[in-house]
């Protein structure tokens, strides 16, 4: 079974993946966080096998909780899902730790593939 954490401050977004998600057998969401902080929270918690990260999160940022999460739970891969396109934060979250990324807009026929890339410890980029 592979664990999902969900971080994102859109209770819509978050419930949204969730659904997605849990229509695999194999996929689990283990817990949902709204701010940064309680996404590090929830990842020591719950030690996730994959963190699917929006780098806009409140109180502090998503690249930050990517940070503190590869540095306290190095076995947890992070997805970041994200509807900025800026190669200066796409860089910031890859050196913070991520190991992929994917743009909201383009998220809905690729997410499944990327956590289970990512739950096999592959990275996962798109190609543009």
């Known amino acids: 079974m592979v664990r999902v954490l969900i971080a994102d401050d859109h209770e819509l977004v978050r419930h949204g993946l969730r659904e997605l998600l849990e229509t695999r057998d194999n996929f689990v969401v283990c817990a949902e966080a709204q701010d940064g902080p309680q ?64 743009r909201k807009s383009e998220a809905d026929g690729q997410i499944i593939n990327a956590v289970a890339a990512l739950a096999r410890h592959r990275p996962l980029f798109p190609t543009d």
């Open 39 to 102: 996404a590090v929270q929830l990842a020591l918690q719950h030690k996730p096998d994959v963190a699917v990260i929006d780098i806009s999160l409140p109180v502090f940022s998503g690249i930050e909780a990517i940070r503190q999460i590869r540095q306290s739970c190095p076995q947890t891969e992070v997805l970041v899902l994200t509807m900025h396109d800026s190669e200066e934060l796409i860089g910031e979250a890859l050196e913070a730790g991520a190991r992929a990324y994917l």
